[in-house]
């Protein structure tokens, strides 16, 4: 009887592992918001904007003070989130994405979201994708179960990005029904055009209740989630309850109805009892559109904003949660980025990446959970067309900057045509200047020597295994 007695037990448990296993497996949920400054988030120092649910995320876990993306602008910057590869190695480095663009992330790429589906995970994206539009190239090729949001800017117009809207910022704020009347930009359910024109003033909203509906279905099994917002991206618009009539709280009004929405994914997550399995990652995809005034954000003490790689246009602001696993309440100052969470992820999750796909991301996961130190000690600039610009390693920071004219051909503002650019060598002391104010470059020429000849030696690498995006045929 005792032998029957333990071959039932064993039966019951070898039974029990798989479920078990799937209970192990954390679940993750990335936040991401689109053109949100280094200094517009109250944890991060903002005065005028109230974000109590993402600074409760900071007091219950992680802020990265440098987190940096692998682009100043949009569709760069999200291949690499995605891949865990700066974007020229995947050919997605050339600026952004438009209507009539005819190229997009290639499918063979291997994403988080593969990463994690080809574990069992039911994965989902609510949100600005911008990384292709075509069928070939929308989420549902690169990973996602399932896809709800814009397929790029919210400032761009379908089929082919004409007759957008002259008016100002602040009138389309004081209109918000022009988000229906002088824009064309479209919401996606998966492959098909669910609504045109998108209305604007509640899609936030509505991204976050895709998201809480998807973790609250598949609350007993690992799930991913990637909810990149379109705000505070311009046009700026908030549902009718929470709108502030006044265009100089515009971007304000935005961010704290962003912020509120992140707090019903929190609050959500642990009503489910998930919170002790879960990692909960906010961040943006570059600095604040300065030029944009009220209707655009702060990069705090840092230099510059969105376009640049000065530190105000990629070092974003970063909080990261997971309750018992992130140490609460505490701060990171280690070079980290989002090139390095797909091979974090991995490690997370202990399951090896492909081979035979180079990616530029490292393994941080010591630096996320207070254990070690971040292994990241050089980060290479790119321009938001894709040039090489910069390197910083360990506190220095590089720029060799070319000016270039409005049509980026290499030649500057009063220049005359096939003269040489008159080339501009920067370099800074990140400790201890990170407003980038000091220019040191003439007082370290050995520095400079070594630096540029790391970042070419690092470019010329990334160039020679580049992998070709997707294209349409002709």
Not at 444 to 455: F, G, N, W
Request: net charge negative; with cysteine; glycine share 8%.
């Amino acid at each position: 009887m005792m032998g029957k007695f333990n071959f039932i037990l064993i039966a019951v448990t070898l039974i029990s592992l798989p479920a078990l296993r799937a209970e192990e497996k954390p679940n993750f949920v990335i936040i991401f918001a689109d053109d949100q400054g280094y200094g517009d988030l109250g944890c991060f120092g903002s005065t005028t904007i109230k974000t109590p649910n993402i600074d409760h995320m900071a007091t219950e876990g992680r802020r990265f003070t440098n987190f940096m993306v692998a682009s100043p602008v949009c569709t760069p910057s999200r291949a690499a989130l995605l891949t865990g590869c700066y974007p020229k190695r995947v050919g997605m480095h050339q600026h952004v994405l438009f209507p009539q663009s005819t190229k997009g992330l290639n499918p063979e790429e291997h994403t988080i979201a593969d990463h994690l589906k080809a574990q069992g995970y039911a994965t989902a994206c609510f949100g600005k994708w911008h990384l292709g539009h075509h069928p070939e190239t929308l989420p549902q090729q690169n990973g996602f179960d399932t896809y709800f949001g814009i397929p790029y800017s919210n400032d761009m117009n379908h089929p082919d990005n004409k007759g957008k809207p002259t008016v100002s910022s602040d009138d389309l704020w004081k209109d918000q029904e022009s988000t229906l009347t002088l824009w064309q930009t479209p919401l996606m359910e998966n492959a098909k055009i669910v609504e045109l024109p998108v209305d604007q003033r509640t899609v936030t909203r509505r991204y976050t209740d895709r998201a809480v509906e998807f973790i609250t279905t598949n609350k007993d099994k690992p799930f991913f989630v990637y909810l990149p917002h379109s705000m505070p991206h311009i046009p700026l618009y908030v549902p009718e309850d929470v709108y502030d009539p006044d265009p100089k709280n515009a971007y304000i009004n935005v961010i704290e109805h962003i912020d509120a929405e992140v707090g019903r994914v929190l609050n959500t997550i642990r009503d489910l009892n998930l919170a002790d399995n879960t990692y909960v990652i906010y961040t943006s995809d570059n600095g604040p559109w300065l030029r944009f005034g009220t209707h655009g954000g702060s990069a705090g003490p840092l230099r510059d904003g969105k376009g640049t790689t000065f530190e105000g246009g990629q070092r974003v602001p970063c909080v990261m949660w997971a309750p018992g696993k992130i140490p609460a309440g505490s701060e990171c100052p280690d070079l980290v980025g989002t090139i390095d969470l797909l091979p974090t992820i991995a490690a997370i999750t202990e399951s090896p990446l492909p081979e035979g796909k180079k990616i530029d991301g490292l393994n941080i996961s010591a630096a996320i959970h207070g254990s070690g130190e971040s292994p990241r000690k050089k980060f290479i600039y790119y321009t938001s067309r894709g040039a090489l610009e910069g390197i910083r390693v360990d506190q220095w920071k590089l720029l060799v900057k070319t000016p270039a004219d409005k049509r980026g051909k290499g030649k500057g503002k009063g220049q005359q045509s096939g003269a040489t650019p008159k080339i501009e060598t920067l370099l800074f002391n990140l400790d201890s200047d990170m407003e980038e104010s000091n220019n040191v470059a003439g007082a370290h020429p050995e520095i400079v020597k070594r630096l540029t000849a790391q970042m070419q030696e690092y470019d010329a690498e990334i160039t020679e295994n580049a992998r070709a995006p997707w294209e349409k045929p002709e």
